[in-house]
Nanobody, 123 residues
């Protein structure tokens, strides 16, 4: 079983930046994803990274503003969020899966999830 714990959320003004971290432990995995869910909205896949090949995938809404990365030595994944907008306000979750590398995409199904960290973008 994979355990995940997010950190780094908070409140920021529009145009600001935040970096989220996801510490992963437990069973093996080869794909990490970041997802978000705002009140009254469906959960949205934000970004994914394959831990072996470092292939990445992004939602169109964050392309060019968010960057997913990983530190395999620390079993930690990151989500650098720049040029934040009010629409980015949501609970952010990281998730893990094990499967084919080319299936490590924001549209994939993930089996293990963290508890989430809140991001609020407001002036």
């Amino acid at each position: 079983q994979v355990q995940l714990m997010e950190s780094g959320g908070g409140s920021v003004q529009p145009g600001g930046s935040l970096r989220l971290s996801c510490a992963v432990s437990g069973d093996s995995y080869n794909c990490i994803g970041w997802f978000r869910q705002a009140p009254g909205k469906e959960r949205e896949g934000v970004a994914t990274i394959s831990t072996g090949a470092s292939n990445t995938d992004y939602a169109a809404s964050v392309q060019g503003r968010f960057t997913i990365s990983q530190d395999n030595a620390r079993n930690t994944a990151y989500l650098q969020m720049n040029s934040l907008k009010a629409d980015d306000t949501a609970m952010y979750y990281c998730a893990a899966r094990k499967g084919l590398a080319h299936r490590c995409r924001v549209s994939a199904n993930f089996a293990a999830w963290g508890q989430g960290t809140q991001v609020t973008v407001s002036s």
